[in-house]
């Protein structure tokens, strides 16, 4: 769906942000995007997006460079979610918020109707229909926000740190939003800094470093390896991803505590079996 070819870009009178990038995304995919600040994320997003064009390398959208997409195929193809969901909110319903994309297209009426209804019902939101959105708690506000990228129906959503603020229990909710958009297959872009999430959510990880991918592959393995120093690049080893890499019985990565618990567990029932009444 999406194919970035040596991609640069600086900003005026500065070094580059980004120095011969090149990945390829997609369609369905679940992609973490990690590195520390200044790294170049938000800068390769907003390339991804159309907001900004490379200084050198293409960004091929369908196979058709991306300078040459309009505004609306940007937009109909990839939704972006900012950090502050308040920075795309400013009308004064749910509903005529989540529309605002719809209008921007010259969509029909039925159309219209049809794409908020959808949007708010895949994101939890049709009871707050009429609510007014900053009135609405912040973890509500993201859901807004994503529920306007949803409805210009696009195949990529791209969310920035879109956990930042929110509690334990709210953070399990827009995942599992995001699992289930994933699996109706929407591809998702999640930049995070959260690695625990990373781990747990993602399958595939692209790390930027210096504004240069250092690295892209499962998100599993980026951790799993003992030789490989991520804390250079600014993450840090998940804790589930940290035990298992000390417990030598463990031939796979793990995704999350649970899953290391359930691991050992397994790992335990099966030693007893071989040699019944030995000491655990």
């Given at each position: 769906m999406l194919e970035i070819t040596e991609v640069s870009f600086s900003y005026p009178g500065q070094a580059p942000a980004l120095n011969k990038v090149s990945?390829?995304?997609?369609?369905?995919?679940?992609?973490?995007?990690?590195g520390r600040n200044g790294s170049g994320k938000?800068?390769?997003t907003?390339?991804?997006?159309?907001?900004?064009?490379?200084s050198a390398g293409q960004v091929i959208l369908d196979g058709k460079p991306t300078r040459e997409c309009g505004p609306k195929v940007m937009a109909r193809s990839i939704g972006y979610v900012f950090q502050n969901p308040d920075r795309q909110i400013f009308r004064d319903t749910v509903a005529t918020e989540v529309a605002y994309g719809p209008e921007q297209m010259e969509w029909g009426e039925a159309e219209r109707r049809q794409a908020v209804a959808e949007a708010l019902a895949m994101t939890g939101l049709t009871e707050v229909a009429e609510a007014y959105p900053r009135g609405l708690p912040r973890s509500v506000r993201q859901r807004i926000a994503i529920a306007s990228a949803l409805a210009l129906r696009p195949r990529l959503l791209i969310l920035d740190e879109p956990t930042s603020g929110q509690d334990a229990v709210e953070?399990?909710?827009?995942?599992?939003?995001?699992?289930?958009l994933n699996r109706q297959g929407i591809g998702v872009i999640l930049v995070t800094h959260?690695?625990?999430?990373?781990?747990e959510h993602t399958r595939r990880t692209v790390v930027l470093h210096r504004g240069?991918?250092?690295?892209?592959g499962p998100t599993g393995a980026l951790f799993a390896d003992p030789a490989r120093d991520v804390t250079v690049w600014?993450?840090?080893v998940p804790d589930a991803a940290a035990i298992a890499a000390k417990i030598t019985s463990l031939n796979e990565p793990v995704q999350s505590m649970a899953e290391l618990a359930d691991r050992l567990k397994e790992s335990l029932e099966e030693k007893t079996d071989e040699e019944p009444g030995a000491p655990l």
């Amino acid at each position: 769906m999406l194919e970035i070819t040596e991609v640069s870009f600086s900003y005026p009178g500065q070094a580059p942000a980004l120095n011969k990038v090149s990945l390829t995304i997609a369609a369905g995919d679940f992609i973490g995007l990690a590195g520390r600040n200044g790294s170049g994320k938000t800068t390769l997003t907003r390339l991804m997006v159309g907001l900004a064009k490379p200084s050198a390398g293409q960004v091929i959208l369908d196979g058709k460079p991306t300078r040459e997409c309009g505004p609306k195929v940007m937009a109909r193809s990839i939704g972006y979610v900012f950090q502050n969901p308040d920075r795309q909110i400013f009308r004064d319903t749910v509903a005529t918020e989540v529309a605002y994309g719809p209008e921007q297209m010259e969509w029909g009426e039925a159309e219209r109707r049809q794409a908020v209804a959808e949007a708010l019902a895949m994101t939890g939101l049709t009871e707050v229909a009429e609510a007014y959105p900053r009135g609405l708690p912040r973890s509500v506000r993201q859901r807004i926000a994503i529920a306007s990228a949803l409805a210009l129906r696009p195949r990529l959503l791209i969310l920035d740190e879109p956990t930042s603020g929110q509690d334990a229990v709210e953070k399990n909710q827009l995942m599992q939003l995001l699992g289930t958009l994933n699996r109706q297959g929407i591809g998702v872009i999640l930049v995070t800094h959260d690695m625990e999430l990373l781990l747990e959510h993602t399958r595939r990880t692209v790390v930027l470093h210096r504004g240069q991918k250092v690295y892209d592959g499962p998100t599993g393995a980026l951790f799993a390896d003992p030789a490989r120093d991520v804390t250079v690049w600014g993450l840090r080893v998940p804790d589930a991803a940290a035990i298992a890499a000390k417990i030598t019985s463990l031939n796979e990565p793990v995704q999350s505590m649970a899953e290391l618990a359930d691991r050992l567990k397994e790992s335990l029932e099966e030693k007893t079996d071989e040699e019944p009444g030995a000491p655990l």
